[in-house]
């Protein structure tokens, strides 16, 4: 069955880059997404990318995509104490993209 | 444009009893989605409903567990006999159509059955 793997832990320091890698099992998704959850709140849409893309990037955010390994990364610039939350990586489970399959979250802590 | 509004944030039952979760998408959006997310887990993908149609239930367990979207009011999900197991964070999505580009999600409903 489908299936998203995240690590769960990265810990960097305030104005350092955050790398949060993704991998995914189905290959017929059209979009991949990042969302973002803080303590206690729903999950913010960060970006998405669509399945022929390599990569994204709007403003500190980048979204890399290798289809061949199944892969899926964010990078955060300049990482600042306020982009501590979990990250969580989705697929689309279906064509029309109507189910959302999520890893279980990367938790970035920020130090200052 | 409010947000995608659920309530209430926190719900506190006991064993067997009804738990009824609301959720009011954003206007203009006509699709709602639900999903659950157990302690330290990602989210699992429930249920998908348009005004007054259930479109994809694939993710539902299949005993005490509905929803609806009637065509006035939220939609609510509702879990009937509560056990401790059903204690999670649920979450409702709505989008203006079908998809998750443009979805947005609540803030979630924290159930806790005791």
């Known amino acids: 069955g489908e299936d998203v793997e995240q690590s769960l832990f990265l810990s960097v320091r305030e104005g350092d880059s955050s790398v949060i890698n993704c991998t995914y099992t189905d290959s017929s998704s059209t979009y991949l997404y990042w969302y973002k959850q803080e303590p206690g709140a729903g999950l913010q849409l960060l970006t998405y990318i669509f399945s022929n893309m390599d990569m994204k990037q709007d403003q500190r955010l980048t979204v890399l995509l290798n289809k061949k390994d199944k892969h899926l990364s964010l990078r955060i610039a300049d990482t600042q104490t306020g982009d501590s939350a979990i990250y969580f990586c989705a697929e689309t489970e279906n064509q029309a993209g109507t189910a959302l399959i999520f890893g279980k979250g990367t938790t970035l802590s920020v130090s200052s | 444009n409010a947000g995608v509004m659920q309530n209430p944030r926190h719900l506190v039952r006991r064993r067997g009893q009804e738990a009824r979760l609301r959720c009011s998408p954003m206007k203009g959006h006509s699709h709602v989605y639900w999903y659950r997310q157990l302690p330290e887990e990602g989210l699992k993908f429930m249920v998908y409903?348009?005004?007054?149609?259930?479109?994809?239930e694939s993710g539902m367990p299949k005993e005490r567990f509905s929803a609806e979207f009637p065509k006035e009011g939220p939609s609510i999900l509702r879990i009937q006999q509560v056990v401790r197991g059903d204690s999670a964070a649920y979450f409702c999505a709505s989008s203006p159509g079908r998809g998750g580009t443009e979805a947005f999600f609540g803030q979630g409903t924290r159930l806790t059955v005791v």
């Open positions: 409903l348009q005004k007054e149609n259930i479109i994809d």
